[in-house]
């Protein structure tokens, strides 16, 4: 059976939804710290907090869990809010799930992300092995939280499987104090409002994904032969790269009176110290990893199913 820590979140929903297609809704337990989203209703659900270790064995021992998707953190733009919060979170519900994998889960998913690379890291076709001096807790704590998997995997053999997800982009669950959500909610206001206040600079360059493309490679990696991974801390990722005015042109051509303004806040600092894109040919090399969306792929699936969601509630 599999569990999904953090399953009401913006990645968490997806990829519950997914895991229950593939495995079916009753070998995947959905869990978070509320109450189930309507989303991932149908199935079993437990509200768990991760930081409680008791009770999160008692989950694994109630549904005979053997497979742990561990989601649940507190993002970069909320994490700067909050720093011993997020670190506190993000770290120890880590080591929580990682002791469980000693003794008795068979595999683990943990999501980094483009947030461990810093502002001296090479911004341009970020490399696998690199320099990382994340300056955000959000980054501290996943660097560090790469280092504990690989150590938990080296000393340990537990089979813990990890990527450094650039911003993620999807239409199913609203996304929580991250710094690329921007690239989310332009497309709920071209449509709710025809004007959007961009957080961050016209030309702040970032890595992205669309979300689909980011659930098939999580399904992927964690079903590829162990042996073929050469990577056990984190896996770089990449599908593409976008300007908050490269995406606003790309609405532009479905709403051509679209209206964008600029306010940068806090947040420009953190995307600042982040890469423009990632090179992922350790990926592609052991896991077969490519993306199927881009730019205008993408922007064509998130307008057609939002009109569809929100023309209703206009
Ligand atoms: C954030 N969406 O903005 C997350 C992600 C690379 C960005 O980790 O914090």
Request: aromatic share 10%.
């Amino acid at each position: 059976k599999i569990l999904v820590i953090g399953a009401c979140g913006q990645l968490g929903t997806e990829l519950t939804l997914k895991l229950r297609d593939l495995f079916g809704v009753e070998n995947v337990i959905a869990s978070d710290l509320r109450e189930a989203v309507d989303l991932i209703k149908d199935g079993p659900y437990e509200q768990l907090d991760v930081m409680d270790k008791s009770r999160l064995d008692e989950v694994i021992s109630t549904h005979n869990i053997d497979q742990i998707y561990h989601l649940a953190a507190i993002l970069s733009a909320r994490g700067e809010q909050n720093p011993m919060l997020a670190w506190d979170l993000n770290m120890t519900s880590l080591l929580n799930v990682l002791e469980t994998g000693r003794d008795r889960i068979s595999k683990i998913y943990w999501p980094s992300s483009i947030a461990v690379f810093g502002p001296d890291t090479p911004m341009v076709q970020t490399p696998q092995t690199t320099v990382m001096n994340p300056n955000t807790v959000y980054g501290i704590s996943k660097l560090a939280g790469e280092r504990w998997c690989e150590y938990y995997f080296q000393k340990y053999k537990v089979d813990v499987r990890s990527m450094r997800y650039p911003g993620l982009i999807g239409y199913k669950a609203k996304p929580g104090g991250g710094t690329t959500d921007y690239a989310v909610d332009i497309f709920w206001k071209a449509i709710l409002d025809n004007s959007y206040e961009c957080f961050l600079k016209p030309d702040t360059l970032l890595p992205m994904m669309y979300m689909d493309d980011a659930v098939k490679a999580t399904i992927d990696l964690m079903q590829a032969d162990p042996t073929a991974l050469k990577v056990r801390s984190s896996y770089n990722i990449s599908a593409m790269s976008f300007s908050p005015d490269m995406i606003y042109r790309e609405i532009c051509k479905r709403y051509p009176d679209f209206q964008i303004e600029y306010n940068p806040d806090f947040r420009q600092q953190i995307a600042d110290s982040w890469p423009d894109s990632i090179a992922d040919d350790q990926a592609r090399e052991d896991w077969n990893w490519s993306p199927s969306f881009d730019l205008a792929k993408m922007t064509e699936t998130m307008l057609d199913n939002l009109e569809v969601q929100l023309v209703s509630t206009k």
